[in-house]
């Protein structure tokens, strides 16, 4: 291990030629040293076994070819997932007609003031969804009847009681939105009653007189508002909603169906109207009327005078 290199001897000619005698002496001494560097190199470049075992796989060309799956790319955030009640838009969607009127009724009677809110935001009832509402009443009245039997008796009034009480109370609170002052239009307050009026027909007739007062009743009521609507409408432009649209025609059939009921109604129908000249006034007989046309007409056809008395004897 302590071995000592033997370095060759110089002589005195050699002096006078230092760098080529070194550069000569190197070359002569390690004849194969270019050639040994050569061959580490080569084998310096290529890999080991044990260097490629402990290469990491991010270096390897086929590895960064390949891309990863994206679940493992992304990483998972935590939701913190847990139960929750619904927001109200989603809570509202779920819920039908009748359980949405229901909790706004409840609402409304648990907070007044909600309540009269509703009343100044909601729209106003038209003829058509107010006469909807009625029908559906009627419809569940009908279905209220026991199969087999009688309609009209006892029995059959007991089993659809509930159903008529609930129709008629409907009644009793849409017809007063309808009529004056709060509805101005005569034409809308008419048409409500006409539809009120054609449900009042199709009442069931009971066997006994008591069953049967809540029919009457029903007539008595309808009655007075069609009278209230035609005075009312006889003192706005001249009465014209009533000169025009066949209402007093309607009226008329409406109290034939009702046996006489609603006379009241055609009573003030049939004043007004003469009143606003849409009727003539029955005439006495020899009566002649001071209209200047009337005059003229009869002049033209020859019967001027002759309803007059004519007087015999002595002028």
Not at 54 to 67: C, D, L, T
Not at 119 to 127: E, G, K, L, Q
Not at 194 to 221: C, M, S, V
Request: with cysteine; net charge neutral; hydrophobic share 35%.
């Amino acid at each position: 291990m302590n071995s000592i290199i033997a370095t060759p001897p110089v002589f005195p000619h050699e002096l006078h030629n230092t760098h080529l005698s070194a550069t000569r002496s190197s070359t002569m001494s390690f004849p194969n040293s270019s050639t040994t560097n050569r061959k580490r190199k080569a084998e310096d470049d290529e890999p080991s076994p044990d260097d490629r075992m402990s290469a990491s796989p991010s270096n390897s060309p086929g590895v960064a070819s390949r891309s990863l799956p994206i679940h493992r790319q992304m990483k998972r955030a935590k939701s913190g997932l847990s139960g929750r009640p619904l927001a109200l838009p989603r809570l509202l969607e779920t819920l039908d007609v009748d359980s949405l009127r229901g909790v706004l009724r409840s609402i409304c009677e648990r907070h007044p003031d909600i309540g009269s809110e509703v009343v100044n935001t909601a729209p106003r009832p038209s003829v058509s969804s107010a006469l909807s509402v009625l029908n559906n009443y009627e419809s569940a009245l009908q279905a209220s009847f026991p199969f087999g039997g009688s309609p009209t008796s006892e029995y059959a009034y007991n089993r659809v009681r509930q159903a008529l009480l609930a129709l008629l109370d409907a009644l009793n609170d849409f017809t007063p939105h309808f009529l004056p002052p709060n509805e101005s239009q005569a034409s809308q307050s008419l048409s409500f009653l006409d539809g009120a009026t054609d449900i009042i027909h199709r009442l069931p007739n009971w066997d006994t007189f008591q069953n049967n007062l809540h029919k009457q009743n029903a007539y008595d009521e309808i009655s007075k508002a069609w009278a209230l609507v035609i005075r009312e409408a006889a003192k706005r432009a001249g009465g014209i909603q009533l000169q025009y649209g066949g209402w007093d025609q309607k009226l008329t059939k409406h109290n034939q169906l009702a046996l006489g009921k609603l006379q009241e109604a055609v009573d003030e129908m049939r004043t007004n109207l003469v009143w606003m000249g849409g009727q003539p006034q029955p005439q006495q007989f020899g009566s002649r009327g001071d209209d200047v046309s009337s005059v003229r007409q009869e002049l033209l056809s020859g019967t001027y005078g002759a309803n007059l008395p004519v007087r015999v004897g002595p002028w």
